[in-house]
Every structure is written in structure tokens, then in C-alpha cells.
């Protein structure tokens, strides 16, 4: 009898990402979760935060995070281990039910003191500065792409996180890529870079049909997703 494999790196990683979509296929307050942590992040880059305050601001969304993914984990493991009523398993939930709601007011103090004041004062010179950071309007791009491709995983329910399922993630962010370098370069040499990145993404496209891991119409659907999302970011902001 061969012993069991040892999980690998990728393996690890794997099952950590398939815990994070559980948690958004399943519980409706980690969507919601997800949904303001981007927004606050977006919005953070726009009044431009100092660099103490955005990482105030991620130690905040992270602590909600996991208080809510500890919850669920609490939850469910109390569900398998009784059938019927018990006092102490409903205080079990309510103490971690309590601990999301803390961390959720904490998330709260910490978005109004970063925020306070500074959409007032700068709200006029918002699309100013925007256009002239191509640097940030690229990773709200591909933060955008990628929360696309994980909501449609976890509602699809196909695949993995990082391996198989509609979309490719791969592909995605190589479109995405290749339409933010498309917009970021200038000049004469746009076409060139613009072209090379273009290829570079089709052979990520291809690797992933190629590997078996996606078919070609995920692969596609990511290639769409990528770009599009890029494409409408960019136009807004720029």
C-alpha cells in the first residue's frame, strides 16, 4: 500500500483558495464583504490615502475577512458535530457571530477617520490625478478582473480557484495586461509594445488549452473579461 502524497506547494495554495470561494458561494455577508472591501480600496486610491492609511485601511478589510471565514468555519463545524439544540452550540455562534460584528464597527472607525474630510476637499481634482496615475488605474483594473473571475467561479461552481473552470483566470489577466499596456504606453512605440503583449497573452491562452486545464471557450470568456474590464476602467478614468 503506496503512502499518501504529500500535498505540494501548489496544492496548499489550491486548497486555501477553494476555502476563500466556498465562503463567497456560500455565505452572502462574505459577497458583500468582498464587494466593500474593493469599493474601499478603489475609493482609496482616488482621494489618494497615505501609505499609513491605506495599510490601516487593508489590516481593517483583512480582519473582517477572516473574522467572517472563522465564523462560517465555526459554524459549520458545530453543524456536523450536533443534530439537535444546544445552548452552549448557540453561544458558540453568537461569540463568533460577535467577533465578525466587531470587526466589522473596527472596519467601520478606521474607513471614517481615513475618509473623513479628504472627499470634501478633493472630489474636484478626482479624474485629475486619476489620469495622470496609468499605475493606479492599472490595479484597480486587474483587481477588478480578478473579482470578476472569482465571482463567476464560485457561481458556476466549476473548476478550482487556480486550475480549470469558467474563466481562466490566466487569460484574463494576460488580456487585461495587454490592454493596460496598450493604454499605459505612448508614442511611436505603442503599436510595438502593444503587439508584443498581445502574443505574449495569446501563449497564455494557448499553454492553458494546450495543458488541458481549460477549453476553448473559457479560455476565451477570461480572454473577453480581461479586456473588457480593462478597457472600461481605462475609458472612465482616463
Known amino acids: ?43 482609496a486610491l482616488i482621494v ?6 491605506l495599510i490601516a485601511l487593508c489590516i481593517s478589510i483583512t480582519f473582517v475577512l477572516i473574522a467572517e471565514m472563522l465564523n462560517t468555519g465555526i459554524e459549520s463545524a458545530i453543524d456536523i458535530s450536533t443534530t439537535s439544540f444546544d445552548p452552549m452550540a448557540k453561544i458558540a455562534k453568537d461569540i463568533a457571530a460577535g467577533a465578525v460584528l466587531i470587526a466589522s464597527v473596527n472596519a467601520l472607525v478606521v474607513g471614517y477617520f481615513v475618509f473623513s474630510g479628504k472627499v470634501a476637499d478633493r472630489s474636484s481634482h478626482l479624474l485629475d490625478r486619476l489620469r495622470q496615475a496609468p499605475a493606479e488605474i492599472t490595479i484597480v483594473a486587474l483587481m477588478l478582473t480578478v473579482i470578476i473571475v472569482v465571482a463567476t467561479k464560485a457561481y458556476t461552481g466549476r473548476g478550482t480557484p487556480l486550475r480549470g473552470g469558467l474563466p481562466s483566470g490566466h487569460a484574463a489577466l494576460a488580456f487585461a495586461g495587454w490592454m493596460a499596456i496598450t493604454y499605459v504606453t505612448g508614442g511611436d512605440h505603442r503599436f510595438v509594445v502593444s503587439s508584443v503583449a498581445l502574443v505574449l497573452a495569446f501563449l497564455v491562452a494557448q499553454t492553458r488549452i494546450e495543458s488541458g486545464v481549460h477549453s476553448t471557450l473559457e479560455v476565451a ?10 478597457l472600461v476602467v481605462f475609458q472612465v478614468f482616463s
Open 48 to 53: 489618494n490615502v497615505t501609505k499609513l492609511e
Open 1 to 43: 500500500m503506496n503512502a499518501r502524497r504529500a500535498p505540494t506547494v501548489f496544492d496548499s495554495f489550491n486548497n486555501a483558495a477553494e476555502g476563500i470561494i466556498h465562503v463567497l458561494r456560500t455565505q452572502r455577508n462574505m459577497r458583500i464583504h468582498f464587494a466593500v472591501a474593493f469599493v474601499v480600496i478603489v475609493a
Open 221 to 230: 470568456y477570461g480572454a473577453l473579461v480581461g479586456a473588457l474590464a480593462t
